[in-house]
């Protein structure tokens, strides 16, 4: 059941671009994994942050879906800065443990 009237609004185009995160994390992670042969245990670290924030990503997807369908049928819908720099963080300590895999090799 939809919690508001009009469905393609702004709720279900961030859950899209949630997934598209969460399908991007598990790419990344994923080439991380082909270093293993190379760069040995250290690329475990990125592939794990990678793996780990898709997992969560995919935990909050519903409660956020939530509190913005909630928020457009009250048309109040506050911003999740929370999620967002969560979200910088991640890309740059996965881009830094992966700058430290290779210059450790």
């Known amino acids: 059941m939809s919690l ?22 598990f790419v990344v992670a994923a080439l991380f994994l082909r270093w293993y042969a190379t760069v040995g245990l250290a690329s475990l670290i990125p592939a794990g942050l990678c ?37 910088v963080v991640l890309v740059v300590a996965v881009a830094a443990a992966g700058l430290a895999a290779i210059w450790w090799l």
């Open 51 to 87: 793996g780990v924030a898709a997992l969560t990503i995919h935990l909050t997807q519903r409660r956020r879906y939530a509190l913005q369908s909630t928020g457009l049928a009250a048309e109040r819908v506050k911003a999740d800065v929370f999620a967002v720099l969560w979200t």
């Open 4 to 25: 508001h009237r009009d469905p393609g609004l702004q709720p279900e185009r961030t859950a899209m671009s949630w997934d598209r995160t969460l399908l991007a994390l």
